[in-house]
């Protein structure tokens, strides 16, 4: 089988960002190694702090962002970052050429109960005619990407990532502490029976989202004349890798709950990667209205609707 390292490789992609994925993956392997220890690390409950969007952190929020952080500004083609954890962005070196967007921990409300978490990272270009202190260089929309991936910590820690034209999916050999491909090129079913939203957010959506729904869940006796299954995991990760497995469509819409904030996911750092990894593998990845990788991002922390998944389902969802 083949490890990360000869797969990088075996590709035609430039050697320095094959060496920066390979880092983005090794600080990983560090975290899941943290993430397995748990309790027995110290690393479980509430850092007693809270990011710039007003969440509460957890510990190992704090300590992931900061295992993270420290490699990349320390890696010389690093320009900048940009973390779901950090208020504003962080340079890094004048010379480099690359950006990392990252979402350190996702899933945060699954950590104290030993559930499937994960770390979110895009790879953009450095663009050259701005300061690598200047948040522009971050508002570049998905389609830029060069390279994005998760690594999600469940019973196996496995990364998932893209370089390109297609998404791979490597598991972790704790023996040997390499990644090792376990899937060269992911394939989303395009049609599906499963569906994965908060539904207890329904009363906030809009009526067009309720009547998707409503009409998943009438099933075989509805206007789809099949059934529908549904799954929530409260960790993106977890949801999207199910989705990549045996597809399905997520969801989380916008909603109406609180007007300053229409949505929940990030575009940065959740949405965009995703996005690109969905794509990849045959799937679709929209807001409500656009594919998500098309979007021109407005702000660092910018919120986005988010529905992936299953091709022909994102269509009926879209119709709908
Ligand atoms: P965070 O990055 O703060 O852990 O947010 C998690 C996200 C995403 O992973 C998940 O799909 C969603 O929030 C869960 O939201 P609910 O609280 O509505 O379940």
Not at 172 to 196: G, P, R, W, Y
Request: proline share 3%.
């Amino acid at each position: 089988m083949k490890t990360l390292h000869d797969y990088l490789r075996s590709t035609k992609i430039e050697s320095s960002l094959i060496e920066l994925v390979e880092l983005l993956a090794e600080t990983g392997n560090k975290i899941s190694h943290l993430v397995r220890q748990g309790a027995l690390a110290n690393i479980l409950g509430a850092a007693d702090s809270q990011n710039i969007q007003g969440e509460d952190q957890k510990k190992l929020d704090v300590i992931a962002n900061q295992m993270i952080k420290d490699t990349l500004i320390n890696f010389s083609t690093v320009a900048a970052i940009a973390s779901e954890e950090e208020d504003s962005i962080v340079p890094a070196n004048s010379t480099g050429k690359f950006l990392v967007a990252f979402d350190p921990l996702d899933g945060s409300s699954n950590i104290d109960i030993n559930g499937q978490i994960g770390s979110i990272f895009t790879i953009y270009p450095r663009l050259a005619d701005l300061a690598v202190d200047n948040e522009a260089q971050f508002l570049q929309p998905g389609r830029q990407q060069l390279a994005a991936g998760y690594i999600l910590y469940g019973p196996s820690t496995q990364l998932v990532m893209s370089l390109g034209k297609t998404t791979q999916c490597f598991t972790l050999d704790e023996s040997k502490s390499t990644f090792v491909l376990t899937n060269e090129q992911m394939q989303i079913a395009k049609d599906t029976q499963e569906f994965s939203i908060n539904m207890s957010n329904q009363r906030f959506w809009s009526e067009k989202m309720r009547h998707y729904i409503g009409e998943l869940i009438l099933g075989a006796s509805g206007s789809r004349g099949k059934n529908f299954n549904m799954r929530w995991n409260g960790a993106m990760v977890g949801d999207v890798h199910r989705v990549m497995m045996r597809g399905g469509i997520f969801l989380y819409p916008s909603d109406n709950r609180n007007p300053k904030q229409p949505a929940k996911l990030r575009l940065l750092y959740e949405a965009n990667p995703i996005a690109m990894l969905v794509e990849n593998a045959g799937g679709k990845a929209l807001n409500e209205s656009q594919s998500i990788l098309t979007i021109q991002p407005k702000a660092l922390h910018e919120r986005v609707a988010v529905i992936l998944g299953s091709a022909n389902e994102v269509d009926s969802c879209m119709s709908a």
